[in-house]
């Protein structure tokens, strides 16, 4: 049974940082892209952040550019996001998830989101 577990949540100030991980059990995830979604109270799910199988790619959405940085350690099979200059707009649930299919590049993460393995999320809350 395949499961991603996220945690590093809470609440931290305008300004500040969270680094968030994944871990993926129940299988590999080595040859398959990850990444992150976001959902505000009131909103639809949407993307984040994804990165390659190998690390050696990433896409961002454009307001998290410059502050957001994902990576993952295939040894741990585990994804993070670090998150600086944290915003009030940021609160959310924060979600991992896993494409199912393998070596496809980051770029298509949020095009293909239907069928990824999801985690229960994490909660992000920033002051103001």
């Known amino acids: 049974q395949v499961q991603l577990v996220e945690s590093g949540g809470g609440l931290v100030q305008a300004g500040g940082s969270l680094r968030l991980s994944c871990a993926a059990s129940g299988r590999t995830f080595s040859t398959n892209a990850m990444g992150w979604f976001l959902q505000a109270p009131g909103k639809d799910r949407e993307f984040v952040a994804a990165?390659?199988?190998?690390?050696?790619?990433?896409y961002y959405q454009d307001s998290v550019k410059g502050r957001f940085t994902i990576s993952r350690d295939n040894a741990k099979n585990t994804v993070y996001l670090q998150m600086n200059s944290l915003k009030p707009e940021d609160a959310a649930v924060y979600y991992c998830?896993?494409?199912?299919?393998?070596?496809?590049?980051?770029?298509?993460?949020?095009?293909?989101?239907?069928?990824?393995?999801w985690g229960q999320g994490t909660q992000v809350t920033v002051s103001s």
């Open positions: 990165i390659s199988w190998n690390g050696g790619s990433t």
């Open positions: 998830a896993a494409d199912q299919a393998p070596l496809r590049q980051p770029i298509l993460f949020p095009v293909v989101a239907s069928t990824h393995y």
